[in-house]
């Protein structure tokens, strides 16, 4: 596991967000609970109908220029502060973490659907993109940074029992631009 918090996050919701998104020349997922790469790297995850989370990779930055373009919202567009705490789970030993932490059935899931999972872990509630790199489980999670800490202790000593380590930011780097690109 790593931690990603150092990745720039940004959020917007409203009845006038997909519009104000649009305007912005950032292409959308069409369906609720899925997500997007971004062009340059980084992420555009629909979080139902009309909520957004968009996160910069370590090579892009598009995220200040959409919190700058916000400052002054739109009618019906409201910014959405994301000080979440946000992991990456990878590894053969994922779905195992997963069936000890979480109720959802991740091996059902069609990763070609790109699908945003929202859902609680270890009691706690999260957003998990499902995913792969080089045909190993990768994992990206997202959680209110209040509990980051417990999160963060829970899953560390699970994936330990499971012969896991935490890995550095720069150790992974690569393996993240590479999936928000290709995926």
């Known amino acids: 596991m790593a931690d990603l918090s150092c ?11 997909r ?16 997500w997007l790469p971004l062009s340059n790297g980084g992420l555009i995850a629909r979080l ?38 946000a992991i990456a789970l990878f590894g053969t030993a994922v779905p195992e973490l997963l069936l000890q932490t979480c109720s959802v059935n991740f091996q059902t899931l069609d990763l070609s659907d790109r699908p945003v999972i929202l859902t609680s872990m ?16 990768f994992y990206r999670l997202w959680c209110d940074g209040t509990f980051g800490v417990y999160l963060w202790r829970t899953l560390k000593a699970i994936a330990t029992e499971l012969d896991g380590s935490v890995a550095g930011f720069d150790q992974i780097r690569r393996l ?6 290709n995926q």
């Open 48 to 85: 139902g109908l009309t909520e957004f989370l968009i996160e910069d990779s370590v090579s892009t930055s598009v995220v200040p220029l959409l919190a700058a373009a916000c400052q002054t919202p739109p009618e019906a567009v409201y910014p959405v502060p994301r000080q979440d705490l």
């Open 176 to 181: 993240i631009d590479m999936g928000d690109r």
């Open 122 to 137: 270890a009691g706690v509630t999260v957003t998990i993109l499902p995913g792969e790199r080089q045909s190993i489980p």
């Open 7 to 17: 990745l720039i996050r940004f959020g917007v919701k409203g009845a006038g967000a």
């Open 19 to 34: 519009a104000w998104l649009t305007d912005q020349n950032m292409l959308i997922p069409e369906r609720p609970n899925t």
